[in-house]
């Protein structure tokens, strides 16, 4: 049996940077990344961004060359899933059994899928992973009109990207604005103009009743009011379900996601888990229980697990920040707006340049910055800082937000 004093288990951004920080602070033991990919660690923004779009090939995303993990002495095991773990023996069971010193369980999370009829045809697609993109795009070609079934970030993207390749687009969203979710109301206003002018078909409190098939494939998307619309493709973002089904079984905290304290530990001895799977209280949350499902997320938490390994006993405490991509429009997140009772408009947003800030309690918690770096670099001190400027001046932008953050 091979034994790692560091099991990581999962490649993506999380498990990557997990072994890279572990190098970076002198970590000497062995490490091993056991994946259920067959790719070295790669970058997933761009799977509904730039990869999708054919502007990046996929050598461009890998995280770090392959090279680098022979280099640095990390054992790469892609290719295999984790299907049980024993605590008690300390040992994983992927095909083989591996036996590990510590565990860092960083497996992300698996696309939830539609729960009607039809949901497995040909031509239904999720994004999460590179062979989901490699498949959706050989199919393109003969492909005119696509349903993007939710409205998130990664349909949003997605519709963005497909509409520039000519395609009629429509995206289904069971709420009543998108991006309900995760952003303010004047966002989603300002987003759902943006994919209109650009000729997406946005069907807003709409429930998708079943998928149409025609030959074994997806012919439309049936809506609960009864109207069909037809598609060659649908594409599935209505979120994601953690991977954590072998921990919990092996008798771990948690449930929408695996429960971990302030240092992303477990409820199990030696095992820490880290990113889009990790249950965790964030204090920029009000110290909610809360998943992050971010690049951000994943590798300060890898950073913080990776410090405490080395000797530096570290909690996870990091501002938290997303960005996305859509057309023209660059939009970068600081902090979390769960929870804001005010939100201020910084700007024009036909201008198609602007900021809307989070307040709760007279505090700044969040901002949401299109096409607007200054504030969101700027902004940053408000929400660590938890200042409490003056409404009047946060919404003038003749007043530079790093001036009222003092
Ligand atoms: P993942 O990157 O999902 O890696 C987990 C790995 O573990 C996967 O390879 C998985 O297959 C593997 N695995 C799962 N179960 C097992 C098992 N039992 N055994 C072995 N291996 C297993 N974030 C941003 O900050 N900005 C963005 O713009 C952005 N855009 C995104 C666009 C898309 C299309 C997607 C899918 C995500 C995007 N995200 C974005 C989110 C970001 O990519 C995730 O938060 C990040 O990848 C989380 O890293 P992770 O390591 O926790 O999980």
């Not at 409820?267 to 909610?288: E, K």
């Not at 700007?347 to 989070?358: H, V």
Request: glycine share 10%; proline share 5%.
């Amino acid at each position: 049996m091979s034994r790692y004093d560091v099991l990581i288990v999962g490649g993506g951004h999380a498990g990557a940077q997990a072994a890279i920080a572990l190098r970076q602070n002198k970590f000497a033991g062995s490490i091993a990344i056991v994946g259920d990919e067959p790719e070295l660690p790669y970058e997933r923004p761009p799977l509904s961004k730039d990869y999708l779009a054919g502007d990046k090939p996929f050598e461009r995303l890998l995280i770090r060359p392959p090279a680098f993990w022979e280099e640095r002495g990390v054992t790469m095991l892609p290719g295999r899933r984790v299907a049980a773990v024993d605590p008690a023996g300390c040992t994983v069971d992927a095909d083989r059994t591996i036996g590990y010193g510590t565990l860092i369980w960083a497996a992300g999370g698996s696309p939830r899928s539609l729960v009607c009829s039809g949901h497995q045809l040909a031509g239904v697609h999720a994004i999460r992973t590179r062979a989901d993109v490699d498949r959706l795009v050989a199919e393109l070609p003969a492909t005119s009109r696509v349903v993007v079934i939710g409205g998130g970030y990664i349909g949003l993207e997605a519709a963005a990207v497909l509409t520039k390749f000519g395609n009629r687009v429509a995206v289904v969203e069971a709420q009543d604005r998108v991006l309900a979710r995760v952003a303010g109301e004047p966002l989603s206003r300002f987003y759902e103009a943006e994919h209109r002018v650009h000729g997406v078909d946005l069907r807003l409190g709409a429930m998708v009743d079943c998928i149409e098939e025609r030959d074994g494939r997806v012919a439309g998307v049936r809506l609960a009011d009864g109207e069909i619309l037809p598609c060659e493709m649908a594409i599935v973002g209505i979120g994601i379900m953690p991977a954590v089904d072998p921990l919990l079984a092996a008798g771990a905290a948690g449930g929408n996601g695996v429960a971990v304290d302030a240092a992303c530990r477990t409820s199990l001895p030696d095992i820490f888990a880290i990113g889009d799977c990790a249950l965790h209280a964030n204090a920029f949350a009000d110290g909610a229980e809360i998943r992050l499902e971010s690049v951000q997320n994943a590798n300060d938490m890898a950073n913080a697990v990776a410090r405490t390994l080395t000797g530096a006993p570290t909690d996870y405490h990091a501002v938290p920040w997303f960005w996305s991509n859509q057309y023209d429009l660059r939009l970068q997140t600081v902090g979390l707006s769960l929870g804001h009772d005010r939100t201020i408009l910084r700007g024009d947003p036909a201008t198609r340049s602007f900021s809307l800030i989070y307040l709760r309690q007279g505090r700044v918690i969040a901002l949401d910055c299109v096409n607007m770096t200054r504030d969101y670099v700027q902004g940053r001190a408000l929400v660590t800082g938890n200042a409490t400027p003056d409404p009047a001046r946060l919404a003038d932008t003749a007043v530079p937000l790093k001036e009222l953050a003092a």
